[in-house]
């Protein structure tokens, strides 16, 4: 995503926090430089109010995203029954989906605590992420991803316990 896409009320996703929306777009300086800035704040704000101050050349590694089209959602679904998916970028949901995918069909699952919050995050955030591209609740978000895995053989007991939870968030 390039810096001049991003404008004032334009929304973007974040697999953690959710969607956000662009409230201004200035130049900030730092460390004596001229930095462009997006002033982020949550959709759905929690108790502790948090807002978000990304340059522009860090929106991208810092997770932030504009949200997927169902289209590229409904390929990223293709993608968790096959794997095969030649560049996978990272911080988008195409990592997102290449993390399940890796637990669920390559016996990658996940034995220590960080590895088991890496697959929870994915899980959350692909979940949040298509229920909002596709209209549809968290259940039925990870209803559509289970739907995808269950083309392999075995699914991981933890992806499956990961979506369950994500369905709840």
């Not at 860090?58 to 932030?64: D, K, P």
């Not at 970028?89 to 195409?94: L, S, V, Y």
């Not at 316990?161 to 994500?166: G, H, M, T």
Request: hydrophobic share 40%; net charge positive.
């Amino acid at each position: 995503m390039s810096p001049k896409k991003v404008a004032v009320g334009d929304l973007l996703y974040h697999p953690v926090h959710g969607l956000c929306r662009t409230n201004k777009v200035s130049q900030e300086t730092r460390s004596g430089e001229k930095v462009l800035s997006y002033f982020l704040s949550p959709k759905i704000t929690n108790r502790m109010k948090t807002r978000f101050i990304i340059a522009a050349s860090q929106i991208e590694a810092s997770g932030f995203h504009t949200l997927l089209s169902v289209k590229e959602a409904n390929k990223v679904l293709k993608y968790l029954k096959t794997g095969t998916q030649a560049v996978i970028p990272e911080n988008t949901p195409w990592h997102l989906a290449k993390i399940i995918w890796s637990c669920a069909y390559e016996k990658f699952c996940p034995k220590n605590q960080r590895k088991l919050q890496t697959l929870e995050r994915a899980a959350k955030g692909l979940v949040g992420e298509f229920a909002l591209v596709f209209n549809i609740t968290a259940k039925k978000a990870a209803q559509k991803i289970r739907k995808s895995l269950a083309a392999g053989p075995n699914i991981g007991s933890s992806v499956l316990a990961a979506l369950s939870r994500a369905e709840g968030h």
